[in-house]
């Protein structure tokens, strides 16, 4: 009963919010659309995207801006979710926020890496992302090199993470973006143990230990099929957490001498047994689907407690993911069947 009545308010606005995600039958208008300024008005008719993209001329928005925008409509929802939670409520959330510290800092190093001006948040929401973020955006939003990020990152928690690779020569954007998703799963673990308890601990454990598993198991084999590390390279790698998998597993695929080993350690595992056809191939793809399985059930076994929360953000950001792929089909003129083949791909993931 008391979950009831402490989720009930929030739960009752997400499922108002969840009416308002888009439909099949809107991405498969969205793909047959003729070019991006006609699928972007389309867009600028629906509820959950229109108060964001209201004002902009979608004839002058170039790509770096309808990025910004859709990711902008993720902070809103995350901030109208906010606000009708408790003060419990919040503090996990704002734990929750830290995945999204990481995504922004990630998008400043691709600026500094790859020379492009598409990471920095639209500048009309910075003040409403500003208040859940220790992170300046503004003084982030003006840098271009590596050394400038981690200037603007000072007395954040990131700072300290970043400067770990100080030693490093000639330390590539894959390893400013493994270090941040290494301190990120290490990080909320811990967090979770120790501020969380009851139900919203154990559906934190299963959705992030989950996931922490499936990286750890895609690390591993990316390690191995592209870059040919050696074992002790690999481990570096690795989070430091595991939830299905084993010592065992992880010390079998490290050790794996070719594919067909690493395959053979990967159906022992917990994962291998689950999805009978499991290979080292099919990693991402699994990693999609099991996520997808572990958030709707949560949801579906426990529609009041946290994971009614963190299911939406879930599917808010699949949602995003797709449109950014069909928005780039219209882009390159795709037929509108190929670019929708793309995003039907993994659609029965979580019934396996």
Same mark, same amino acid.
């Given at each position: 009963?008391?979950?009831?009545?402490?989720?009930?308010?929030?739960?009752?606005?997400?499922?108002?919010?969840?009416?308002?995600?888009?439909?099949?039958?809107?991405?498969?208008?969205?793909?047959?659309?003729?070019?991006?300024?006609?699928?972007?008005?389309?867009?600028?008719?629906?509820?959950?995207?229109?108060?964001?993209?209201?004002?902009? +001329? #979608? @004839?002058?928005?170039?790509?770096?801006?309808? =990025?910004? &925008?859709?990711?902008?409509?993720? %902070?809103?929802?995350?901030? /109208?979710?906010?606000?009708?939670?408790?003060?419990?409520?919040?503090?996990?959330?704002?734990?929750?926020?830290?995945?999204?510290?990481?995504?922004?800092?990630?998008?400043?190093?691709?600026?500094?890496?790859?020379?492009?001006?598409?990471?920095?948040?639209?500048?009309?929401?910075?003040?409403?992302?500003?208040?859940?973020?220790?992170?300046?955006?503004?003084?982030? +939003? #003006? @840098?271009?090199?590596?050394?400038?990020?981690? =200037?603007? &990152?000072?007395?954040?928690?990131? %700072?300290?993470?970043?400067? /770990?690779?100080?030693?490093?020569?000639?330390?590539?954007?894959?390893?400013?973006?493994?270090?941040?998703?290494?301190?990120?799963?290490?990080?909320?673990?811990?967090?979770?143990?120790?501020?969380?308890?009851?139900?919203?601990?154990?559906?934190?454990?299963?959705?992030?230990?989950?996931?922490?598993?499936?990286?750890?198991?895609?690390?591993?084999?990316?390690?191995?099929?592209?870059?040919?590390?050696?074992?002790?390279?690999?481990?570096? &790698?690795?989070?430091?957490?595991? %939830?299905?998998?084993?010592?065992?597993?992880?010390?079998?695929?490290?050790?794996?001498?070719?594919?067909?080993?690493?395959?053979?350690?990967?159906?022992?595992?917990?994962?291998?047994?689950?999805?009978?056809?499991?290979?080292?191939?099919?990693?991402?793809?699994?990693?999609?689907?099991?996520?997808?399985?572990?958030?709707?059930?949560?949801?579906?076994?426990?529609?009041?407690?946290?994971?009614?929360?963190?299911?939406?953000?879930?599917?808010?950001?699949?949602?995003?993911?797709?449109?950014?792929?069909?928005?780039?089909?219209?882009?390159?003129?795709?037929?509108?069947?190929?670019?929708?083949?793309?995003?039907?791909?993994?659609?029965?993931?979580?019934?396996?």
């Amino acid at each position: 009963m008391g979950e009831l009545m402490k989720y009930s308010a929030v739960a009752t606005k997400i499922r108002a919010m969840e009416s308002r995600l888009l439909s099949n039958e809107d991405f498969a208008k969205l793909a047959a659309m003729e070019n991006v300024p006609q699928a972007v008005a389309y867009l600028k008719k629906i509820p959950a995207y229109e108060a964001l993209f209201k004002g902009y +001329d #979608e @004839t002058e928005l170039h790509r770096g801006q309808i =990025e910004r &925008l859709l990711v902008g409509t993720l %902070y809103y929802d995350f901030s /109208k979710i906010y606000r009708f939670c408790d003060k419990e409520q919040k503090k996990i959330l704002r734990l929750y926020f830290s995945k999204f510290d990481i995504a922004i800092i990630k998008r400043a190093f691709r600026r500094a890496f790859n020379h492009g001006d598409r990471t920095a948040e639209e500048k009309e929401l910075r003040s409403m992302v500003q208040r859940y973020t220790d992170i300046p955006l503004e003084k982030l +939003d #003006e @840098t271009g090199t590596v050394p400038e990020i981690l =200037e603007a &990152l000072k007395g954040t928690e990131y %700072y300290k993470v970043m400067q /770990k690779l100080d030693h490093v020569e000639s330390a590539s954007l894959f390893d400013y973006e493994m270090t941040l998703d290494l301190y990120y799963f290490s990080m909320i673990w811990k967090q979770n143990s120790k501020q969380t308890k009851g139900k919203t601990k154990s559906l934190l454990a299963r959705s992030l230990g989950s996931q922490i598993d499936l990286l750890n198991m895609m690390w591993i084999y990316r390690a191995k099929k592209y870059y040919q590390m050696s074992e002790a390279s690999t481990y570096t &790698l690795l989070i430091p957490v595991t %939830y299905k998998l084993h010592d065992s597993d992880i010390r079998a695929m490290v050790a794996a001498a070719d594919e067909r080993a690493l395959e053979e350690a990967i159906q022992k595992t917990y994962y291998g047994k689950r999805f009978m056809k499991l290979d080292s191939r099919e990693l991402e793809t699994v990693y999609d689907r099991f996520l997808r399985k572990v958030y709707t059930e949560e949801k579906r076994q426990n529609p009041y407690s946290l994971a009614v929360i963190t299911g939406y953000l879930y599917d808010k950001e699949q949602e995003l993911d797709k449109l950014t792929t069909v928005l780039e089909g219209v882009r390159y003129g795709l037929p509108a069947s190929e670019t929708l083949k793309y995003i039907e791909q993994s659609k029965d993931a979580g019934n396996q």
